[in-house]
């Protein structure tokens, strides 16, 4: 018998016995009609799961390598309003670029989204470190104007976000390069 599909609010009806697709226009949401052999109604609810979950495992990969990320700050700098060595450390350096490698591999599918989880990744540990050490501790925007508050803001984003940015984004892309090879030699094993 078949089903008609509407292609506006996706709804499903199953024709009965006798009835024909040519016996309906439309919809009654006044969507388009098109008959389809079997209902394919738990595709679409499969897909925003999947999505949804996706998402999350995305998210939580860029929050560890975020995390991975501001072990440089507790070991090399405690309080970095005060100490520079952060930034003269190759293990900075590493353990940022292992920060966004750690989130494209958890939640990263194409090359895109390696550069992206790595990129955020040094955003998040950035602003945290921004806010704890510049905002809440040091009070460093309390005493000046708007502008100098901008400003200063800007610098900090700079060296605090955008320089470990750049070697988690390349950590980020060693990671989905990873993430695929591993993906490839168990899809191998397991046709084998």
């Not at 005493?143 to 070697?167: E, R, T, V």
């Amino acid at each position: 018998m078949g089903y008609l599909n509407c292609e506006k609010c996706n709804g499903y009806y199953e024709l009965k016995e006798g009835e024909s697709p040519k016996d309906f226009d439309k919809c009654q949401c006044g969507g388009e009609l098109r008959y389809v052999e079997t209902a394919d109604v738990n595709s679409d609810s499969l897909k925003k799961i999947n999505s949804s979950s996706n998402n999350i495992i995305r998210i939580a990969g860029v929050l560890f390598g975020a995390s991975i990320m501001l072990i440089p700050y507790y070991l090399y700098s405690p309080f970095p309003t005060s100490s520079s060595l952060v930034f003269i450390n190759i293990d900075s350096f590493l353990l940022w670029g292992v920060g966004g490698l750690a989130a494209a591999f958890i939640g990263g599918e194409k090359l895109s989204d390696g550069a992206a989880d790595g990129f955020y990744s040094a955003m998040i540990s950035g602003l945290i470190v921004i806010i704890i050490f510049y905002v809440l501790l040091a009070h460093s925007f309390s005493n000046s104007s708007l502008i100098n508050n901008i400003a200063f803001f800007a610098i900090l984003i700079l060296f605090y976000s955008l320089i470990p940015g750049i070697f988690s984004i390349i950590g980020g892309l060693i990671g989905i390069v990873i993430r695929t090879t591993v993906n490839l030699l168990i899809k191998n094993l397991t046709h084998s």
